[in-house]
C-alpha cells in the first residue's frame, strides 16, 4: 500500500516498535507472523455500534471510528490504535468477551488521555496463560476506547488474526468502510427442483472510492479495485457468523491482479468484518417475477499487507 495514499485509517506498526528477529530470505514464516517467525498480529476494526450497554456509563459514539494493530510476542503486547470521530479517548483495553457481551478488562493498553489520533505502545503482561488464549482465540476478546463522553466506551472492536504470513518490519492495514453496497441474488433452481435466493454478485463503493464486484458473476472471485489502478481478488479462508439478519464476516487470502504501485499494491489479506444486513431473502422466489433482488449491506474491508 502506497505511503503516499490518504487513507483514513492505514496504521503501520513500524520496526522502532516491534523488532522481528531475521530470517532466511528463503524462510515462510507462519501464519499472521513477522519474517521472522516470531510474535503473533491481532487486528480490530471498532465502531461505535458495536458496545453493548453496561454498568460503566454511556457507550457507543455513533461518530466514532478506530482501527488496532496488536503484536504478541512473549510476553510483551504492541499496540497501535488510530481513531476519528470521538473525543480524545482517556483509556484503551482488551476486555474478555465475545460479540455482543461486555467482559472484564483483561489488559490495559494506555489509562491516561490521549491527544491527536494516534496511540502506540507495548506493555508486559505476566499472565501466560490468558497471553495463549488471546492468540489461540482473539475473537473471544476486543478492544475498546473509552472517553469522557462515553466513559462506558465510545468505540469496540473484536479481535482476529492475520492469517497471511506479513512483512514485521512495516505490517500495514488500511480500513476502507463501505459507503453504499448491496448484495446481489439470483433467483436460481434448487436440487428439489423449487426456486430460492443465491448469491450472485456484489456491488459497492467503499471508503477511497474502491471498488468492490465479483470478477464475473456468480463464479468470482470478489475483486477490489482502487482508483489509482491498483486491484486485488480474493479467496476465502475462513467465514464466521455474525448473527442473525448478518452475511457472515470473512477473512480471504489477496492476490495481487492489478497496478504494481497504488493503495492495493502490497496487500495480502482482506477481512470482511462489522457486517451488517446483506443476506437472501428467506423462501422460495419466482424467476419470472423476480430474477434478481439487491439486498443493502454495511461491512468494513480490512486490507492488510
Known amino acids: 500500500m502506497s505511503s503516499k495514499s490518504v487513507i483514513f485509517a ?13 530470517a532466511p530470505a528463503s524462510a515462510a514464516p507462519p501464519a499472521g507472523t513477522s519474517p521472522g ?40 503486547v504492541t499496540y497501535i490504535l488510530r481513531w476519528e470521530g470521538i473525543s480524545r479517548p482517556t483509556a484503551a483495553h482488551i476486555h474478555a468477551g465475545g460479540a455482543g457481551t461486555n467482559g ?18 507495548s506493555v508486559k503482561v505476566k499472565d501466560r496463560a490468558l497471553l495463549a488464549a488471546l492468540v489461540s ?16 466506551g465510545a468505540v469496540r472492536g473484536q479481535l482476529h488474526k492475520i ?13 476502507a468502510p463501505v459507503v453504499k453496497g448491496v448484495q446481489i441474488y439470483a433467483c436460481t433452481r434448487q436440487a428439489d427442483g423449487t426456486f430460492a435466493f443465491t448469491q450472485h454478485d456484489v456491488s459497492a463503493l467503499l471508503r477511497g472510492n474502491i471498488r468492490h464486484s465479483f470478477v464475473q458473476p456468480v463464479a ?28 457472515p464476516e470473512l477473512d480471504l487470502r489477496a492476490t495481487q491482479t492489478g497496478e504494481d504501485q497504488g493503495r492495493l499494491e502490497d496487500v495480502v489479506e ?11 431473502p428467506a423462501g422460495t ?20 499487507g
Open 270 to 280: 482482506i477481512m470482511r468484518l462489522n457486517t451488517v444486513g446483506g443476506t437472501a
Open 10 to 22: 492505514s496504521v503501520v506498526l513500524a520496526a522502532a516498535s516491534v523488532t522481528a528477529m531475521g
Open 104 to 121: 472484564d478488562v483483561k489488559i490495559p493498553l494506555f489509562t491516561s488521555e490521549r491527544y491527536g489520533h494516534t496511540a502506540k505502545g
Open 37 to 76: 517467525g516470531e510474535g503473533v498480529y491481532l487486528v480490530s476494526s471498532l465502531l461505535g455500534r458495536n458496545e453493548i450497554p453496561g454498568t460503566g456509563g454511556a457507550v457507543g459514539d455513533p461518530d466514532g471510528r478506530a482501527v488496532g494493530v496488536l503484536k504478541v510476542k512473549g510476553s510483551t
Open 137 to 152: 482465540d482473539p475473537a473471544s476478546f476486543y478492544t475498546n476506547l473509552h472517553t469522557n463522553e462515553f466513559r462506558g
Open 220 to 247: 468470482g472471485p470478489p475483486q477490489w479495485v482502487a482508483p489509482d489502478g491498483s486491484a486485488v481478488t480474493g479467496s476465502v479462508v475462513l467465514r464466521t457468523p455474525n448473527g442473525a439478519g448478518n452475511i
Open 285 to 304: 422466489c419466482d424467476p419470472q417475477a423476480t430474477p434478481t433482488t439487491e439486498v443493502p449491506y454495511q461491512a468494513d474491508y480490512v486490507f492488510i
Open 163 to 175: 492469517s497471511q504470513p506479513i512483512d514485521g518490519n512495516r505490517p500495514v492495514v488500511d480500513v
